[in-house]
């Protein structure tokens, strides 16, 4: 009778353990990023930098990237294309041209992946200094129009 409780016990007790252990991820790859701001603090106004953000796949299944897409033309990401196993790790490059940028700037980074929300956001910034040797550009047949006096 003693040895039935105890197998009864037992078997209660890895019962609610696998309930209650049951991982988050439920199946699902993640993206689990060492950062996913990165500031380049001052630079010069057509200075081109660049970044690079480390991951991990902490899910159970592969991770597959299937797009990543910078806010705009002066960021652009550059992202592995073979899938990343569990518990492997990969590089996301993004590259950020300040032609024509002045002012603090903040740009994003969207990952499209089959993670279980679907997407990832990564963000840059910067603050940028103007160049001082720029001219201000001229339309080519600029004209002043007056009206015709009467």
């Known amino acids: 009778m003693m040895i039935k409780k105890a197998i009864s016990l ?3 007790t890895v019962l609610i353990c696998n309930v209650s252990c049951k991982k988050a991820n439920d199946g699902f790859p993640t993206m689990k990023f060492a950062k996913a701001e990165h500031d380049f603090g001052t630079i010069k106004e057509g200075d081109k930098v660049a970044t690079v953000f480390e991951f991990t796949n ?3 299944s592969d991770l597959l990237i299937t797009k990543a897409v910078g806010s705009c033309g002066c960021t652009v990401p ?6 990343i196993k569990p518990g492997e790790s990969g590089k996301m490059k993004v590259s950020f041209n300040s032609h024509n940028k002045t002012g603090k700037q903040t740009k994003s980074v969207i990952i499209t992946a089959n993670t279980k929300s679907g997407t990832e956001k990564l963000t840059i910034k910067a603050d940028i200094t103007p160049d001082p040797n720029k001219k201000e550009p001229t339309a080519p047949f600029q004209q002043i129009i007056q009206k015709p006096k009467k």
């Open 58 to 60: 902490a899910g159970d």
């Open 78 to 83: 550059e992202y592995p294309k073979t899938p």
């Open 10 to 12: 037992l078997a209660i």
